[in-house]
């Protein structure tokens, strides 16, 4: 446990009512989506317990500040920060959550997603920008809705032939090839055939969402 851990576990525990219902706390990796004063970024959470986490995120946090980490297949935790280092955060929860029941959530193995057979979809950012689609040998101009690291949403300039497997070529991304999930007259859903990595997303969301 590094020195951020230890100060995570300190503000966890030292005086807190919460502390005494789940002393426990999980070590994870999930990756979410960070909600801060209107600006959306990705992060890790690197434990967690009932009354709080600890995660890590280029966006600029400071203590005090309210968030919410959205996770992969929908939990939303509310809290606020208590403490910040290195692009680490310690996270105050509003309310005590269970904390077995978000694992379960978001990694797909609570009873309502295994009676679905549903995947957890990826945390999805609001980001609108120009974009074009390869498809058949033919480039067309299309506009990024919102973006995931496993997939977008793309507003279409006209009726397209979509192919099978298309290129969806991002400014400030590398191509990523995709394949069609849905599609209507004016949009579609794309997935991409390799996740764009964690880093690469981060770096292009702290580009193109206005800097805080």
Known sequence: MDAAEHQFEASNTSGDAWAQRAPRTVTTLMVGKLSCDG?????????????????????????????????????????????????????????????????????????????????PRAPRFLVTGPARLVCNGVSSAVQIENISQSGARIRLPGQLDLDRVMTLVIPGLKPHSCTVRWSDAETAGVAFIDMIPYGELAAWLSEVQPAR
Do not use: Y
């Open 39 to 119: 600006g959306e970024q990705l992060c890790r959470v690197r434990n967690i317990s009932a009354s709080g986490m600890m995660i890590e995120t280029p966006f600029p946090l400071r203590d005090g500040d309210r968030i919410t980490v959205e996770l992969r297949g929908g939990p939303a935790l509310e809290g606020s920060i208590v403490w910040t280092s290195d692009g680490r955060a310690g996270v105050h929860f509003t309310a005590p959550i269970d904390v077995e029941d978000v694992l379960a959530t978001a990694k797909g193995s609570s009873p309502s997603a295994r009676l679905r057979r549903a995947v």
